[in-house]
């Protein structure tokens, strides 16, 4: 049906459609790897396993934070390791800032770390790495929620996901290939922000 004078002159008048708030406008995040609303969940950084997560920048920014969230603290670890890497792909993401020392992990709550001046171009990998060395209790930092049973996915198609390497020691690689096939992917992703 095509549309009229008088339909376009009552289209005018409809209220407009406000947009949703986003983690940009409430907490100033420019590059993160999912909403905050979607990190509801507490995964474990589990000893010798090199965790990472990645995403890629929508926006060029000059970033000066990057933060990252302990849901449940450790205890009984030996080390903590936490980087932050950008690069053209994920064939090859360079360690741009590192982090160490179990008092990142001792308390739960966000964390900032001071970046100093990290150029971020729009399309670069952003990725995040975590590794905890000793026996203990990991930490758990935000993440999905995971999906129950076996291998279940959280979200059709665009599933958000983590890779893991186990046997894996201080300190954190210089550069990273996630897609080696030595990496497993995990079902579920931890968050991470630039800003």
């Known amino acids: 049906m095509p549309v009229d004078g008088v339909d376009l002159a009552t289209m005018g008048q409809l209220p407009t459609v406000e947009a949703q708030a986003t983690d940009t406008t409430l907490y100033g995040d420019q590059v993160s790897t999912l909403r905050r609303a979607d990190a509801i969940w507490g995964e474990t950084l589990s000893p010798g396993y090199l965790t990472v ?40 993401v360079d360690r741009k800032a590192t982090v160490s020392g179990l008092a990142w992990i001792a308390t739960v709550g966000m964390k900032s770390i001071n970046l100093g001046t990290l150029t971020v171009n729009r399309g670069d990998v952003v990725a995040f790495a975590g590794l905890t060395t000793g026996s203990g209790t990991a930490p758990r930092l935000a993440s999905t929620t995971p999906a129950t049973g076996a291998g279940a996915s959280a979200l059709l198609n665009e ?37």
């Open 159 to 195: 599933t958000p996901y983590s890779v893991y390497r186990s046997g894996q020691a201080a300190p954190l690689p210089t550069t990273l290939n996630l897609n080696d096939a030595a990496w497993t992917r995990a079902n579920q992703k931890f968050w991470g922000s630039l800003r």
């Open 53 to 92: 997560w990645a995403t890629i920048a929508p926006r060029s920014l000059i970033a000066s934070v990057a933060k990252f969230c302990v849901y449940a603290a450790h205890t009984g670890l030996a080390g903590f390791d936490f980087g932050v890497y950008v690069g053209p792909n994920l064939s090859s």
